[in-house]
Nanobody, 127 residues
């Protein structure tokens, strides 16, 4: 079973920085895409940034130039470096992994798995 565990959220003043990490586990062979989403109560979850296993990244416009997504494919880990944080960045941040190739149970059977989510980590930016 694939699991995603996030860390690195917290409370920071406007203009400060935080670094989020998300590690995927579970007999994973490869992950095609990993990303970060965020959500506030009563609002839809939105994509913040995503990166492919080949290193191609995309960002939502509001974070371009301030956030950087990176990954370590060997560790199945994705990072989000967040600089110049604004109160509008306050949200629950979720890690996502999609198109995961992994072994099934204890067998050598390979299976594709799709759209896994972490439990979320809170980022709060005070003004």
């Amino acid at each position: 079973q694939v699991q995603l565990v996030e860390s690195g959220g917290g409370l920071v003043q406007a203009g400060g920085s935080l670094r989020l990490s998300c590690a995927a586990s579970g007999r994973i062979i490869s992950i095609n895409v990993m990303g970060w989403y965020r959500q506030n109560p009563g609002k839809q979850r939105e994509l913040v940034a995503a990166i492919t296993s080949g290193g191609s990244a995309n960002y939502t416009d509001s974070v371009k130039g301030r956030f950087t997504i990176s990954s370590d494919n060997a560790k199945n880990t994705v990072y989000l470096q967040m600089n110049t944080l604004k109160p509008g960045d306050t949200a629950l941040y979720y890690c996502n992994a999609d198109r995961i190739l992994s072994y099934t149970g204890t067998t050598s059977v390979r299976s594709w798995r799709f759209n896994y989510w972490g439990q979320g980590t809170q980022v709060t930016v005070s003004s």
